[in-house]
């Protein structure tokens, strides 16, 4: 299996984060600077790569990191 590397998943524990902050519009900005998409990633998206990470069509695919950050890393 092969580890990833993730950027920021739009989870609920994400928005309990930013809504904790004293203002939240700015702490979701701060969040989203950091993505060069502009936006978080979702669930969806990370599962996909887990689905196929899972299967067969990944088989040549042997413990090197997959980047799945939105640009973050670049």
Request: charged fraction near 25%; glycine fraction near 6%.
């Amino acid at each position: 299996m092969s580890p990833f590397d993730l950027g920021t998943v739009d989870t609920p524990s994400l928005q309990e984060r930013i809504q904790a902050r004293p203002n939240p519009e700015e702490a979701r900005s701060d969040f989203l600077k950091r993505q060069r998409t502009g936006r978080f990633a979702t669930a969806e998206e990370i599962a996909l790569l887990c689905v196929y990470l899972a299967s067969d069509e990944s088989a040549y695919i042997t413990g090197n990191p997959v980047i799945i950050d939105g640009g973050w890393s670049l």
